[in-house]
């Protein structure tokens, strides 16, 4: 009887062990598929972790509770009602069920864990995950995106944004607004434009290309500003604020910044 | 367990040249024996009921009587009675045994013995015991009682009731033999005159150790769970069946399945054991409603159908 037990444990051990592998391995692949539709609408990719986490859960589940010798018999007739008979019968002792344990264990060691494992779905579903792999890695370089999700989301939530394309009255208003005393800072449009999730963005403007490069991140420097300013401003400032300099900013300036700020969002 | 096989592929061998073409019905009353339960026999006069049941006796060395139920039979005659006894100038009642003090007991045509009578025959069929008087005498084990029943000539009889019906484990039907085992049968039984002299193949202990064995057989948990499905769809389907068996057929029909599994030396029952003995457990405890009997099905059929749909 303890030589049953034993290959009875054995063999529950085996297929529970086949049964964790293929459902980690399944839930990889849906983990995998659901990380690129995510990517692809613009949404936090990482949430592809509850299908696969779920899925895991739900098929580990009913994998374990499964009966193990009805698993085994399905694939060997000639433990067929053996198994499962002796199994449930395990604690019973009398001539009849020792000789059936003892015919079960020797027709037992003709079972191989090759048999458990579908050699074809196991290659077919490992060539699925590394090509999904391999698409993420090409979506991500190359940023390809269907549509984002979540800018949609952002607009549904602020529909009065500053930054939004009103049209000339609201430019009009908003300038008013900041000339009648509004805060000289509101003329820059929104913060929120130059930050990326939790994190502010500093980037380098490279005023002579206009690229922004996302890996050049450091500390702003300060530069003097020696350009050649357009005419424009020298001339508008002649004639509205001689005294101002560049302390201070007419409605002119301010639209003139407002509108860069503006295009630099579209 | 293969050795138990033998023993009794042998037996049936051994009855087969006695009893020709009625090889699935000894295995049958086997099974009963092994169940130490009791059978009824229903088959036409002429299938040789008698002679398979009286060389199964012999072969398991077994005592055999042969009760011939008519409506005049008395309980006395089938129990015994108290005669009076004389000897050295005294007179003193003794105990005569009856017929039944056997270990196998036919009962030919037990629907034609008044009720009184039947119920005599079914208390020793039940508590192995018979009561004559004030005093109770204790059968020799194993006993077996095989009741017969004619399908025809059923004018001037006693239907046993349902609830006596339900102590048979078994209803076997004994059917007419196939055109060549009839052909066997007669080529045998008009040539000589033959007595057919069987050696005993083991003895009554053996039986009763078998009796044992029997009931050691396991079962899976799943294939007990379709048992009892089996037996419980029979008081749910209402649309053939107007009584159903009892939880006595559930007990029943395991226990038939492990005689059956012993038989063919299999130390497991599978589900197929079941299959075959639904028939001969459930014939004779089910009763079918009017519109299946205008039908013409049988109980078979509606075990059949019940057997179809149970998964």
Do not use: W
Request: proline share 4%; glycine share 4%.
């Amino acid at each position: 009887m303890k030589g049953f037990i034993d290959a009875i444990r054995e063999i529950n051990f085996t297929i529970d062990s086949i049964i964790l592998f293929n459902t980690l391995l399944n839930a990889v692949i849906i983990f995998l598929a659901v990380y690129i539709v995510l990517l692809l609408v613009g949404l936090q990719p990482l949430y592809a972790l509850i299908p696969s986490f779920l899925y895991l859960v739900v098929h580990l589940y009913r994998g374990i509770t499964k009966s193990k010798a009805v698993i085994v018999e399905e694939r060997y007739d000639k433990l067929k009602d053996k198994l499962r008979t002796a199994v449930d019968n395990i604690q019973v002792e009398n001539p009849v069920v020792d000789s059936l344990q003892s015919e079960v264990v020797s027709q037992i060691k003709e079972v191989e864990v090759a048999s458990f494992i579908n050699t074809n779905k196991l290659s077919y579903n490992i060539l699925v995950a590394v090509l999904l792999c391999f698409a993420i890695i090409f979506l991500t370089v190359f940023g390809i995106k269907f549509f984002d999700i979540s800018a949609v989301f952002d607009r549904i939530s602020n529909p009065f944004s500053i930054v939004n394309r009103g049209g000339a009255s609201d430019i009009e208003g908003s300038i008013m607004s900041a000339s009648e005393g509004g805060s000289i800072d509101d003329i820059y449009g929104e913060a929120s434009v130059a930050s990326l999730g939790d994190q502010n963005l500093d980037i380098q403007i490279k005023s002579i290309t206009q690229e922004i490069s996302v890996r050049d991140i450091k500390d702003v420097e300060p530069r003097q500003f020696e350009e050649v300013f357009p005419n424009e401003i020298f001339v508008e400032s002649a004639e509205t604020c001689l005294e101002c300099g560049y302390q201070g900013f007419g409605p002119a300036e301010q639209e003139l910044i407002k509108n860069y700020f503006l295009k630099t969002t579209q | 367990m293969t050795h138990y096989k033998q023993v009794f592929d042998a037996m049936i061998k051994e009855v087969n040249k006695v009893v020709i073409g009625q090889d699935k019905v000894v295995e049958q009353i086997i099974a009963a024996m092994l169940c130490d339960s009791n059978v009824l026999l229903e088959g036409y006069p002429g299938v040789a009921k008698t002679m398979m049941v009286r060389t199964i006796a012999q072969l398991m060395d077994l005592s055999f009587s042969r009760i011939q139920s008519t409506p005049d039979l008395m309980p006395s005659d089938v129990t015994g009675t108290y005669i009076i006894n004389e000897s050295k100038g005294k007179r003193e009642f003794e105990f005569q045994p009856g017929p039944v003090f056997a270990n196998i007991v036919l009962a030919d045509e037990i629907n034609r013995a008044t009720p009184k009578t039947q119920s005599a025959l079914l208390e020793a069929m039940q508590e192995k015991q018979v009561t004559s008087g004030n005093t109770t005498y204790e059968l020799e084990l194993p006993f077996f009682v095989l009741a017969t029943q004619n399908p025809i000539e059923q004018e001037g009889t006693y239907p046993l009731p349902e609830a006596q019906l339900d102590r048979f484990l078994f209803k076997i039907k004994v059917g007419y033999p196939s055109f060549d085992d009839e052909i066997k049968i007669v080529d045998k039984y008009t040539s000589v005159i033959r007595e057919h002299k069987l050696k005993p193949m083991f003895s009554k202990h053996h039986l009763i150790s078998l009796q044992g064995i029997t009931r050691q057989v396991p079962i899976a948990n799943d294939i007990r769970e379709r048992a009892v499905k089996i037996i419980a769809a029979t008081r749910v389907n209402k649309e053939i069946i107007q009584y159903g068996a009892s939880p006595r057929a559930s007990i029943n029909i395991i226990l038939a399945a492990k005689a059956r599994a012993l038989i063919n030396g299999r130390n497991h029952v599978t589900l197929e054991d079941i299959r075959e003995m639904a028939f001969p457990v459930l014939r004779h405890r089910i009763i079918l409603n009017f519109e299946a009997e205008r039908k013409g099905m049988t109980t078979d059929d509606a075990v059949l159908r019940i057997l179809e749909h149970v998964k």
